[in-house]
């Protein structure tokens, strides 16, 4: 079970990152997204990245008309048939994968893998809306996808040793290092990650502690690139909430509970880097 041709299925932060990956590794790599503005963003956002990247000598012209070469955005999802690898990015909402699995079970030939990028939502589940849930797994990338190294590679109790194969070596030929792990809720790092995070909420919630200090702290004291705080607001405070209801709800226990404050911020429509104000305003640079 070799993979040749790579689909992506979404074009937000993650499935663009996913897609840019596999086309800069050489796979053919067609990526689609819901709408043609959509679409443009996504792939916009690729080629602002890499051409960042050219900017400061970290990536090379050469890496770039690779992937001009091997990416290819539609809005059909037919136009993924023939892909050996679909990966899934889309919004953390089950009914609209259930929708987007089933028709692409119609699309792929039978042998076709399908990973979804979910950090939080089972795996198990999802296989059981296609017909080939030996084939069904999990590709969980970090954000940013291009340089994070980690995949996580999840397996469910159904999923066949030459899937999950064949996905290890397709993460080690974009230069990612694959773990593996179980469907259990948030994989290994969400369930270490979003604890972690939620607790420095807390901290600045209960006063312990500024907003700053906590950051400083684990960035000083302990080496972290980002303090938990701007970590929690770069992945997005909508999404560390979701996570977090999705990890209490399968655990029952209070460490998963999303805290007040993060719910109330949430509410608020601040949900960190994305909508331009969490615990730190991202409109400056630096954010402040
Ligand atoms: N193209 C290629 N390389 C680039 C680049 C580009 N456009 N932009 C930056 N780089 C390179 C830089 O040159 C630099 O390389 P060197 O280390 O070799 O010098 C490296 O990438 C880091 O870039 P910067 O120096 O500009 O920025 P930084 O040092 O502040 O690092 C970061 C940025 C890598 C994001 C770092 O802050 C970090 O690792 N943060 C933690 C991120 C994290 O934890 N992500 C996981 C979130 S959880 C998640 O995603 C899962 C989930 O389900 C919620």
């Not at 040749?4 to 997204?33: D, W, Y």
């Not at 469907?183 to 600045?204: C, E, H, K, Q, W």
Request: glycine fraction near 10%; charge should be neutral.
């Amino acid at each position: 079970m070799a993979i040749h041709k790579v689909g992506v299925v979404g074009a937000g932060l993650m499935g663009a990152g996913i897609a840019q990956v596999s086309a800069q590794a050489g796979f053919p790599t067609v990526v689609r997204e819901v709408s043609a503005p959509l679409l443009d963003k996504g792939v916009g956002a690729i080629f602002k990245f890499m051409q960042a990247g050219v900017d400061k000598g970290k990536v090379a012209p050469l890496d770039l008309d690779r992937v001009r070469e091997n990416l290819r955005g539609t809005t059909e999802l037919r136009d993924l048939a023939g892909c050996d690898l679909v990966i899934e990015a889309v919004p953390e909402k089950l009914d609209l994968k259930r929708a987007l699995w089933g028709e692409l079970d119609g699309v792929c030939q039978p042998e076709a893998i399908f990973a979804s990028n979910t950090s939080s939502l089972s795996i198990t589940e999802m296989s059981t809306f296609v017909k080939r849930p030996a084939r069904f797994i999990g590709l969980h990338f970090f954000n940013p996808v291009p340089l994070m190294k980690l995949v996580e590679v999840v397996r469910t109790v159904r999923t066949e040793p030459a899937a999950l194969q064949a996905a290890q070596a397709w993460c080690l030929a974009i230069g990612k290092t694959a773990v593996n792990c179980g469907d259990s809720t948030g994989f290994v790092v969400n369930r270490l990650l979003v604890p972690y995070m939620i607790d420095a909420v807390r901290l600045y919630e209960q006063g312990v502690a500024s907003r700053d200090d906590i950051d400083n702290a684990m960035r000083l004291g302990c080496g972290y690139p980002m303090g938990p705080l701007f970590l929690a607001d770069y992945v997005g405070l909508d999404t560390t909430a979701s996570i977090c209801d999705i990890m209490f709800d399968e655990f029952k226990e209070p460490r998963f509970a999303a805290p007040p404050l993060l719910k109330r911020m949430v509410l608020a429509g601040l949900h960190g880097r994305k909508s331009g104000r969490g615990f730190y305003d991202w409109s400056t640079q630096p954010p402040s």
